[in-house]
Structure formats: C-alpha cells, structure tokens
C-alpha cells in the first residue's frame, strides 16, 4: 500500500494563485491590446503568458505533487519565453534602427 501524501498546496492557497494568476493574464491581455508601443505591447503578453504558467504550476502541484514533472514543464517555459522576447526585441531594435518606427500602428509596411 503507497503512502498517501500531503497536498503540496492547500485549497486557499490554491485559490489564490488562480486568483494572482487570472489577474496577471487580465492585465496583460490588457496592456497589450491598448498599447501602440512595441515593447508595451510584447511586455503585455509576457504578463499574460506568465499568468498562464503560474496557473498551470499551481495546478500541478496541487493534483499531482510528488512528481516535478510540471515544475520541469514551468522551468522550460520560462527559459524558452526568456529567448522568444530576446529575439522579439532584436527584431524591434532592427526595425527602429532601419525605418525609426517604434509603434505598432507605424509598421503596416511590414506586411508579407
């Protein structure tokens, strides 16, 4: 017979990482859907993407805490959504040095 373990987190504690985590991705989804700056607009989704994960790492440990398999999950995200802004804000450095445009309204010529 296996050992019943300890809930990594309890209920309210649970409760309110969802609650922090819904509203990290309801400021981001606001910051980035009413910004007209570039980099407001990829730090808005970097907020929402965050609340996201923090969500989804909460909800891990409280299902299943015994194994690190979300905690894994959550650490590479991180470290792939760390890489995707640094490149998001090469390419927005490379717009402003090329055609001075730092605003998303400006870039319609950057369609393909």
């Known amino acids: ?3 019943v ?5 309890d209920v309210t504690t649970l409760q309110v990482l969802l609650t922090v985590a819904a509203g990290l991705v309801g400021v981001g989804l606001f910051g980035a859907l009413s910004q007209q700056s570039v980099v407001m607009v990829m730090m808005g989704l970097e907020l929402a993407v965050n609340g996201v994960m923090l969500a989804a790492g909460a ?3 409280a299902v299943s805490p015994e194994l690190a398999d979300g905690q894994m999950l959550v650490v590479i995200a991180l470290v792939v959504m760390a890489v995707e802004m640094a490149m998001g804000f090469a390419v927005v450095i490379a717009i402003y040095r090329a055609r001075q445009i730092d605003m998303v309204d400006s870039a319609t010529d950057l369609r393909g």
């Open 1 to 3: 017979m296996t050992p």
């Open 59 to 61: 909800a891990w440990a």
């Open 5 to 9: 373990m300890d809930p990594l987190i």
